[in-house]
């Protein structure tokens, strides 16, 4: 969680800073600024409680709303349906399950949900439909390999501690 905190502040400081600076749009950059703050805030008060997930979820809820924003509004040159991308990866390698299927789930249900307005022309978008299409086409591929690499990851590690089991036991009777 450290590494992923310490990340999203970087990026969205800086991208608040080129908000500010180079696009003058100050509205955007007072929401990466508070976005990053925030991440800064939770990752401060996860040092001092016992309890890791919870603070997880936070930083994944933020990084749900940054990620949806930044879908929303294109990201700098275009490059807002890049950003979503890492979400599912962030969330099924941070969170436990069954939070990890949840927290995507709505991800990838809020992401439909803008993907239809933008489509319809209900959000403003610099996304054509083909890039839209492709852009989900994508994500869903993301979220599908990685829900199977966690479900091979289980699938292995019981085996092993199945393994290690019939070892311990063959060598405790090797003993006798």
């Given at each position: 969680?450290?590494?992923?905190?310490?990340?999203?502040?970087?990026?969205?400081?800086?991208?608040?800073?080129?908000?500010?600076?180079?696009?003058?749009?100050?509205?955007?950059?007072?929401?990466?600024?508070?976005?990053?703050?925030?991440?800064?805030?939770?990752?401060?008060?996860?040092?001092?409680?016992?309890?890791?997930?919870?603070?997880?979820?936070?930083?994944?809820?933020?990084?749900?709303?940054?990620?949806?924003?930044?879908?929303?509004?294109?990201?700098?040159?275009?490059?807002?349906?890049?950003?979503?991308?890492?979400?599912?990866?962030?969330?099924?390698?941070?969170?436990?399950?069954?939070?990890?299927?949840?927290?995507?789930?709505?991800?990838?249900?809020?992401?439909?949900?803008?993907?239809?307005?933008?489509?319809?022309?209900?959000?403003?978008?610099?996304?054509?439909?083909?890039?839209?299409?492709?852009?989900m086409i994508v994500y869903f591929v993301i979220i599908?390999?990685?829900?199977?690499?966690?479900?091979?990851?289980?699938?292995?590690?019981?085996?092993?501690?199945?393994?290690?089991?019939?070892?311990?036991?063959?060598?405790?009777?090797?003993?006798?």
């Open positions: 969680m450290k590494i992923f905190s310490l990340m999203s502040v970087s990026v969205l400081f800086i991208f608040a800073t080129v908000y500010l600076v180079d696009r003058h749009d100050s509205v955007t950059a007072i929401i990466y600024y508070a976005l990053g703050s925030l991440i800064g805030i939770n990752y401060f008060i996860s040092l001092r409680k016992e309890n890791i997930q919870s603070s997880i979820c936070i930083l994944l809820i933020i990084l749900f709303v940054m990620t949806a924003i930044i879908y929303i509004q294109g990201g700098l040159g275009g490059t807002g349906n890049l950003w979503i991308m890492a979400f599912p990866l962030i969330a099924y390698y941070l969170a436990e399950k069954p939070i990890n299927y949840y927290i995507v789930f709505a991800h990838a249900s809020v992401l439909m949900l803008l993907s239809f307005f933008m489509v319809m022309g209900y959000i403003e978008s610099e996304f054509s439909w083909i890039k839209i299409r492709q852009t599908l390999v990685s829900y199977l690499n966690e479900s091979l990851k289980a699938l292995y590690s019981k085996k092993m501690e199945e393994s290690l089991g019939r070892m311990t036991t063959i060598l405790d009777n090797l003993q006798d």
